[in-house]
Every structure is written in C-alpha cells, then in structure tokens.
Nanobody, 114 residues
Framework: VQLQASGGGLVQPGGSLRLSCAAS??????MGWYRQAPGKQREMVAI???????DYGDSVKDRFSISGDMGKRTAYLQMNSLRIEDTAVYYC???????????WGQGTLVTVSS
C-alpha cells in the first residue's frame, strides 16, 4: 500500500489550498491528515471514517474541511483562511479495516507566508 499526498505549496495568509491523498490499494476504515511543524510534535488535523463521521483538531475547526471516499481510497483536505501557524508538512494516514495497520504518505509541505 502506498499513499500519495499532493497539493501543498506556498500561500499567503487568508488563502486556501486543497490537499489530496490517494492510496494505491487496500480497504480502509479511516483516512486523515496530520501535520508536523518544525520543532513540534505531529498532530492530528482532520480524519474521516468509513461511516462518514469526521474529527478535527481544535486549531483548524471551522476553517478546514475533510472529505473522503473509502471505496476510491481517496481523501481531500480543503484548507481555508490559512494562517502562518498552519505552516507544516502535512501527512496523509490511512488505517486498514482488518489489520488496523496504519499507512503514511510521504508528506506535502504547506507554507503560509506573506
């Protein structure tokens, strides 16, 4: 199983970006996005489960929106009203249904700067 994350880049404060994650194979119960800023621990940004339920980190609620299609093995993160503190490497994660094994993508860099 390989996860391919894309969509990162440089954006000004207040701008928007959309991240995409696609898995090469597998059946997942959850897909989500995590991020790690320099000198900080990795944190959960948003997750979507196979039943459609979602969870968000406190710092991104009302600004970010996650969507996913487990049948297509894809997940998307729409990021609006971006702030400088959103600058980080964003990682896609997927959890397998049967084994509950976790798979990680390679990360995509999001830089929010004026």
């Amino acid at each position: 199983v390989q996860l391919q994350a894309s969509g990162g880049g440089l954006v000004q404060p207040g701008g928007s970006l959309r991240l995409s994650c696609a898995a090469s194979s597998g059946l997942f119960s959850m897909m989500g996005w995590y991020r790690q800023a320099p000198g900080k621990q990795r944190e959960m940004v948003a997750i979507v489960r196979s039943d459609g339920s979602t969870d968000y980190g406190d710092s991104v609620k009302d600004r970010f929106s996650i969507s996913g299609d487990m049948g297509k093995r894809t997940a998307y993160l729409q990021m609006n009203s971006l702030r400088i503190e959103d600058t980080a490497v964003y990682y896609c994660k997927a959890t397998a249904v049967v084994s509950r094994r976790e798979y990680w993508g390679q990360g995509t860099l999001v830089t929010v700067s004026s």
